[in-house]
T-cell receptor
Framework: AQSVTQPDIHITVSEGASLELRCNYSYGATPYLFWYVQSPGQGLQLLLKYFSGDTLVQGIKGFEAEFKRSQSSFNLRKPSVHWSDAAEYFCAATGTYKYIFGTGTRLKVLA | GAVVSQHPSWVICKSGTSVKIECRSLDFQATTMFWYRQFPKQSLMLMATSNEGSKATYEQGVEKDKFLINHASLTLSTLTVTSAHPEDSSFYIC???????????????FGQGTRLTVV
């Protein structure tokens, strides 16, 4: 069955520290992959996406993600976290039309 | 990027009444629209997929008579929660995509969500 797994439910980092959010997928073929951020009570904002090509993808707000086919992973990274990055992050995959979302990782940033 | 507008952003209704939520694609033709439900601190669960001019396809466990979806035009889909009850209180999010270009257009764009509270 197709699935997206985000192993970390909560992550806490200090402001200025680096961040990595993990995402693993299980699909019959390589899906299109996305990372979204959601602030409380808000909709989803697309951070970045991977369709094909360069496996290191740059996104908005200083985020990047690396697609690793051998590990079925698409981890999100940021070199220096800002307090405004505190939010819920969702990894998602789609192969044809249906998006499958991970369970989300809630990021807390310490001042 | 493409813009999807969802209205209202929040609504409170009495138990037993019906509530309609609109999802509009503002600058592209949405051949396919999706409706999700999100419980507090949980992920998005797909409720149904609708293609313009066709009946919606509901996910397993979603009551089609309770959650009426209409996708009558290429820019508008509506979700009507009929005879709402407190357990229907949730965050509903729509997304839309233009699939006329083939698989490379599988990206979907999300509305800002609607917080429904049934009292």
């Amino acid at each position: 069955a197709q699935s997206v797994t985000q192993p970390d439910i909560h992550i806490t980092v200090s402001e200025g520290a680096s961040l990595e959010l993990r995402c693993n997928y299980s699909y019959g073929a390589t899906p299109y992959l996305f990372w979204y951020v959601q602030s409380p009570g808000q909709g989803l904002q697309l951070l970045l996406k991977y369709f094909s090509g360069d496996t290191l993808v740059q996104g908005i707000k200083g985020f990047e993600a690396e697609f690793k086919r051998s590990q079925s992973s698409f981890n999100l990274r940021k070199p220096s976290v800002h307090w405004s990055d505190a939010a819920e992050y969702f990894c998602a995959a789609t192969g044809t039309y249906k998006y499958i979302f991970g369970t989300g990782t809630r990021l807390k940033v310490l001042a | 990027g493409a813009v999807v507008s969802q209205h209202p952003s929040w609504v409170i209704c009495k138990s037993g009444t019906s509530v309609k939520i609109e999802c509009r694609s503002l600058d592209f033709q949405a051949t396919t629209m999706f409706w999700y439900r999100q419980f507090p601190k949980q992920s998005l669960m797909l409720m149904a997929t609708s293609n313009e001019g066709s009946k919606a396809t509901y996910e397993q466990g979603v009551e089609k008579d309770k959650f009426l979806i209409n996708h009558a035009s290429l820019t508008l889909s509506t979700l009507t929660v009929t005879s709402a009850h407190p357990e229907d209180s949730s965050f509903y999010i729509c997304s839309a995509s233009d699939r006329t270009g083939g698989l490379m257009n599988t990206e979907a764009f999300f509305g800002q969500g609607t917080r429904l509270t049934v009292v």
